[in-house]
């Protein structure tokens, strides 16, 4: 991920969030920033809440929300997962 971002604020916006599902914040819980990563680069780890209030959540609806997530930070910030 390049440079600084509200990455909490844009992991809870709404459009990310259609289906009720996500939590409004991401727990962020690792950042390193490092020569081997490049310049302005960080790695960020973070967890997501995610949570019906009357059910168990299906693996596709996690699963469409996650991508959803994913591909926001992709468009917005140039993120990349590590693999």
Known sequence: MKGNS???????ASGLN???LL???????????GANL???RKSVAF?????HPSR???????NTVVNQVVA???HEFNA????
């Not at 939590?23 to 920033?33: L, M």
């Not at 967890?47 to 949570?51: A, K, P, S, T």
């Not at 990349?80 to 693999?83: G, K, P």
């Open 23 to 33: 939590e409004n914040s991401a727990s962020i819980f690792d950042v390193f920033q």
């Open 72 to 74: 926001s930070l992709q």
């Open 47 to 51: 967890g997501l809440i995610l949570q």
């Open 6 to 12: 509200a990455l909490g604020q844009r992991i809870g």
């Open 18 to 20: 259609s289906n009720n």
């Open 56 to 62: 168990t959540l299906k693996d596709e609806e996690v």
């Open 80 to 83: 990349t997962l590590r693999e």
């Open 38 to 40: 490049g310049l302005g």
